[in-house]
């Protein structure tokens, strides 16, 4: 913690393992309500994750307690303080962006720390897309294709015997964080697999609700423009009918 900031500036580090090598690799998550068990577990599935994908880095996280409503000044302030802090730790853990954090914050921990002290830089930093391009909700559809095309040789076994597989076109969908990743598997799911009907969406400011299937178009372009979707999409859509619209608002995104 940096008590001497006139913002507060802190977080939790956690390494979990560094059996496959050094440095630890995992993300930042900055939430309000982050805490100390949270990144704990975080750590330990990206010890399992680099481990399964055979990289040669530790499972690391790293959590920073802040507010959403931040100014972008007062978020770049953060980073920047955070990036100070774990400086001294640059031998055994780099992070990488994640809830709260983005490609721009890596860039501010790569120019106070160096060039080798964060992934997922952007491109003007020699860095890569991955966020803009939506290269890990491609991955996400990727899976969900494939889990559709093997389903049926599982019958096979006795377990599967019974196992009920649904058409593409029966699929309902919700997707719980309609961001980085979230909002890009949503695109990409219309545009690879077009009958699937994606019902729920939800973000940090509640959650979108509709039986027959929500405007993925519209949604990503409401994200595009301001990253939070559910409530803008309230107020220019839904307030005016109420009930009679047919897609349902909560401010509780934990609902869904």
Same mark, same amino acid.
Request: glycine share 10%; proline share 5%; no cysteine.
């Given at each position: ?8 500036? /802190? ?33 330990? =599935? ?12 530790? /499972? ?11 100014? #972008? ?21 780099? #992070?990488?962006? !994640? ?5 721009? !914050? ?24 991955? !966020? ?25 076994? #006795? ?17 719980? /964080? @309609? ?20 019902? =729920? ?7 979108? @609700? ?9 949604? %990503?372009? @409401? ?10 999409? %309230? ?6 009918? /109420? ?5 349902? @608002?909560?401010?509780? #995104?934990?609902?869904?």
């Amino acid at each position: 913690w940096d008590e001497k900031s006139e913002l507060e500036i /802190g977080g939790y580090l956690v390494v979990d393992n560094l059996s496959m090598g050094r440095p630890s690799m995992g993300g930042i998550r900055m939430l309000s309500d982050v805490t100390p068990s949270d990144i704990h577990n975080l750590a330990r =599935g990206m010890t399992l994750k680099n481990g399964a994908a055979n990289l040669p880095y530790g /499972g690391g996280k790293l959590g920073i307690v802040a507010e959403s409503n931040l100014s #972008p000044e007062e978020h770049v302030g953060v980073v920047r303080g955070i990036s100070r802090l774990i400086r001294r730790y640059r031998d055994v853990y780099v #992070p990488g962006p !994640d809830v709260g954090t983005n490609d721009a !914050d890596m860039k501010t921990i790569a120019i106070e720390n160096g060039l080798d002290s964060a992934v997922s830089k952007p491109a003007d930093m020699g860095g890569n897309r991955i !966020d803009e391009l939506g290269a890990a909700a491609g991955g996400v559809i990727i899976a969900l294709q494939t889990l559709l095309e093997i389903m049926p040789r599982l019958r096979v076994l #006795p377990q599967f015997v019974n196992l009920e597989i649904p058409e593409s076109k029966d699929l309902e969908i919700l997707i719980q /964080g @309609f961001g980085a990743v979230g909002a890009h598997a949503a695109r990409i799911m219309k545009e690879r697999i077009p009958e699937v009907k994606i019902i =729920g969406i939800s973000d940090l400011e509640g959650y979108l @609700f509709n039986k027959s299937g929500l405007p993925i178009e519209e949604l %990503f372009k @409401f994200w595009k423009e301001q990253k939070l979707v559910t409530n803008a999409y %309230f107020k220019e859509n839904i307030i005016l009918e /109420g009930y009679k619209h047919p897609t349902k @608002f909560s401010t509780n #995104p934990n609902n869904l």
